[in-house]
């Protein structure tokens, strides 16, 4: 027997479902990824995600059962056969659109999504173009080992280990800050070995700031401030960004509601 799950605070699915019941009605836009339902056999929640992740759509499945059709006339006269099959074939082309939401299914596959299930609109990590100071230093010392492997071949061999270290440290630097933007809330995180992070939901957001200035500004790269009600200060920055209006143009359009498109 397949585990049943409950869904917590949805009245319009209190029966117990299984893990397909919970595909399709996510296919389907019935249910959100991001809701919480409880395993009957172990009482152990979990988000309605991380259950159907991996999942992919069967046909068989592509909608939860209905009752069949039925024409009941207002006067209980007997119907006809040929009126049955008119009204069956008609109820069937109602219906035949239903499979449609299954290429939204398979979709959904490709798309990214964060632990708690939700989907991923903007993931982006500080430019390149961020660390002007050390990819400058780089191309010193490169510079600086081409004219010493003519002179002197063990520091030529010193400056390239010193241009790839700092060039590598560059890399662990920008991978290390992840920029989220989810259809609920902004994130940022940090860290190598141990990873913290800060959010602001988007409901929350009070002001969003765009600073595009000097050479920074001049390569298209700017910092993107969020702020929310509860605190006067900046509760969320992205710094050295590209595109840094349409990440705030995406966020504002979250906040009014309107179609976004996921990147």
């Given at each position: ?98 499979p449609e939401p299954e290429n939204d299914a398979d979709d959904d596959d490709d798309l990214d999504y964060t ?149």
């Amino acid at each position: 027997m397949s585990a049943r799950y409950t869904l917590q605070n949805h009245p319009a699915f209190g029966e117990p479902l299984s893990k397909e019941d919970l595909h399709t009605l996510v296919a389907r836009g019935s249910l959100a990824r991001g809701e919480m339902c409880v395993d009957e056999e172990t009482g152990l929640t979990h988000t309605v995600g991380e259950l159907i992740s991996g999942m992919r759509r069967n046909a068989a499945q592509s909608r939860l059962n209905r009752p069949a059709y039925r024409e009941i006339s207002p006067d209980h006269e007997i119907v006809t056969e040929e009126e049955r099959l008119a009204e069956e074939e008609m109820a069937q082309a109602e219906e035949e659109p239903a499979p449609e939401p299954e290429n939204d299914a398979d979709d959904d596959d490709d798309l990214d999504y964060t632990p708690s299930g939700e989907v991923i609109l903007h993931h982006a990590h500080p430019s390149w173009l961020g660390y002007t100071k050390a990819l400058f230093l780089v191309l010193l010392l490169l510079i600086a080992a081409g004219l010493l492997f003519a002179i002197q071949l063990e520091y030529a061999v010193i400056a390239l280990l010193c241009a790839s270290s700092t060039l590598i440290a560059v890399g662990i630097a920008r991978y290390s800050h992840d920029y989220i933007v989810t259809r609920e809330r902004v994130e940022l995180i940090w860290g190598i070995i141990g990873r913290s992070s800060k959010e602001a939901r988007i409901c929350d957001i009070r002001s969003i700031d765009v600073y595009e200035s000097g050479l920074k500004g001049l390569l298209g790269l700017g910092s993107i401030d969020f702020s929310t009600a509860a605190n006067a200060g900046i509760e969320v920055q992205f710094k050295d960004m590209r595109r840094a209006h349409e990440v705030k143009d995406l966020v504002r359009k979250l906040q009014r509601g309107g179609p976004v498109t996921d990147d």
